[in-house]
């Protein structure tokens, strides 16, 4: 069964203090009216993350860091489109055809953790659910190449990065710290039971 509760009652960074502190395995499910967003634990260590926010693609961090150029991305998304049913995700289809190096796609994965536990320290409502022994990496961290050294992230320090950051995006007016209002048509556990449900076909 998993562990549930409000984001209200226990803050993301508590959230994530607590399954690095026990060691616990599995996949954090985070709700709220900003967004979607998920991170994944293996023995207490993030080893995976996603967000619905389309900023916070990795080919997207890439292309900010100047690490690929914004035709390689496109280049890697049409050999992923014309690949069909042997379509690898992006990561791996930029590490093979666009020069990608180990050591850029690592830092990348990495910024893309700490980016999603950003956004995510900004949501002071919703809903979190820690689905325990279950890891569900998302396509852009499946299918890693085999150069490609598994994420297996220390949480203390990717929360501390991620905090810095944050309080820098604050003082810098990007982060803008308000009071959630008040949205009937918002209801986290229903999201929650769909969101289930939708696995359930998945599977």
């Known amino acids: 069964m998993p562990l549930t509760g409000e984001l209200e009652h226990l803050p993301i960074v508590d959230v994530i203090q607590l399954i690095y502190s ?66 690898k995700p992006l990561i791996a289809t930029l590490f093979k055809h666009c020069g990608l190096s180990k050591e850029a796609a690592y830092k990348a994965l990495e910024t893309l953790i700490e980016m999603t536990i950003v956004e995510m320290i900004s949501w002071s409502k919703g809903i979190f659910s820690l689905e325990m022994d279950k890891i569900h990496i998302s396509d852009e961290y499946r299918y890693l190449p085999t150069q490609l050294q598994e994420l297996n992230l220390d949480t203390q320090m990717v929360l501390m990065d991620a905090l810095r950051i944050f309080d820098e995006k604050v003082h810098a007016g990007e982060i803008v710290i308000v009071d959630e209002p008040l949205d009937e048509s918002f209801d986290p556990m229903a999201i929650e039971a769909a969101s289930e449900e939708k696995e359930e076909e998945i599977i």
């Open 22 to 87: 026990t060691r616990k395995t599995g996949t954090l499910n985070v709700y709220s009216r900003k967004g979607e967003g998920q991170l994944v634990f293996n023995s207490g260590y993030i080893v995976g993350a996603t967000h619905s926010d389309e900023k916070l693609r990795i080919g997207q961090i890439l292309c900010e860091a100047n690490i690929i150029t914004p035709e390689d991305l496109d280049r890697a998304l049409k050999l992923q489109e014309s690949a069909g049913g042997e379509r």
